[in-house]
């Protein structure tokens, strides 16, 4: 149950970072990026 917890800690920090580094390559995925943050 403790690496369910830490996933579920984990994955955000993970899933923005991946967007962050795409958001260097591509534009629609900055926008993305940047359209996930409004939604914070």
Known sequence: MCFFRADRYLFPIVFLFA????????????TA???FMDAL
Not at 19 to 30: I, Q, S, T
């Open 33 to 35: 990026f940047d359209l």
């Open 19 to 30: 967007l962050l580094l795409l958001g260097y390559f591509d534009d629609y995925d900055a």
